[in-house]
Nanobody
Framework: QVRLVESGGGLVQPGDSLRLSCAAS????????MGWFRQAPGKEREYVAL????????YYADSVKGRFTMSKDNAKKTGSLQMNSLKPEDTAIYYC??????????????????WGQGTQVTVSL
């Protein structure tokens, strides 16, 4: 069972930036889909950004387009999420997710087999 590990969360002010990283806890990630979901208190998990690894195609939720950028390191098989112009509504636990094969329902959290433990991102004055 692949386990993913996130790093890079924290407390920042509105307008600041953070960078999250994701890697497999042992060995390297071998799937074709890696990305990020988030969950704010009292809300359902929502997709943030996902990458179709072999095609290097990245998908973003409308709420983060133009502010968040996902990237990957092919050699290390790790993923990163650069978050700029952070807003209070971005406050949530951010989870790295993975799946062996790509799915057209990439926005659906139930499609993912591999999850990280989550990292807290708090945007507040």
């Amino acid at each position: 069972q692949v386990r993913l590990v996130e790093s890079g969360g924290g407390l920042v002010q509105p307008g600041d930036s953070l960078r999250l990283s994701c890697a497999a806890s042992e060995g390297t990630f071998s799937g074709n889909a890696m990305g990020w979901f988030r969950q704010a208190p009292g809300k359902e998990r929502e997709y943030v950004a996902l990458i179709r690894w072999e095609m290097n195609r990245i998908y973003y939720a409308d709420s983060v387009k133009g502010r968040f950028t996902m990237s990957k390191d092919n050699a290390k098989k790790t993923g990163s999420l650069q978050m700029n112009s952070l807003k209070p509504e971005d406050t949530a636990i951010y989870y790295c997710v993975g799946r062996r094969y790509w799915t057209v329902q990439y926005y659906n959290a139930e499609m993912y087999d591999y999850w990280g433990q989550g990292t807290q991102v708090t945007v507040s004055l």
